[in-house]
Nanobody, 126 residues
Framework: VQLQASGGGVVQPGGSLRLTCAASGFTSDYNSIGWFRQAPGKGREGVSCLSSDGSTVYAESVKGRFTISRDNAERVYLEMNSLKSEDTAVYYC??????????????????????WGKGTQVTVSS
């Protein structure tokens, strides 16, 4: 599967952005799709995961502010509200053959998922 993240940009603290992950290829083979991020000078960090059965996982740092959703097998969204400066990072979407209950272990570290694509930059700054 090929994955492409888009929708990043510059936003003020407290603002909102919606990221889109466009998937193409054998999308039905994957049981979870999600997001991880990497801030400047820091390691990768999981953000959220969505299983094919609709179940979700969120990192503690984004719970209540970010929402993951999909409208079909090929587009997944990350709605980000109440953005903070610490949300500044490059955001990547990724897919895994396992559901989030298993794949979150990999998403949370940003490594080992079965497929991921190029990221999109999100900058939160006044």
């Amino acid at each position: 599967v090929q994955l492409q993240a888009s929708g990043g940009g510059v936003v003020q603290p407290g603002g909102s952005l919606r990221l889109t992950c466009a998937a193409s290829g054998f999308t039905s083979d994957y049981n979870s799709i999600g997001w991880f991020r990497q801030a400047p000078g820091k390691g990768r960090e999981g953000v959220s995961c969505l299983s094919s059965d609709g179940s979700t996982v969120y990192a503690e740092s984004v719970k209540g502010r970010f929402t993951i959703s999909r409208d079909n097998a090929e587009r997944v969204y990350l709605e980000m509200n109440s953005l903070k400066s610490e949300d500044t990072a490059v955001y990547y979407c990724a897919a895994d053959y396992s559901p989030c209950a298993s794949s979150w272990f990999r998403f949370s570290r940003g490594y080992g998922m079965d497929s991921w694509g190029k990221g999109t930059q999100v900058t939160v700054s006044s």
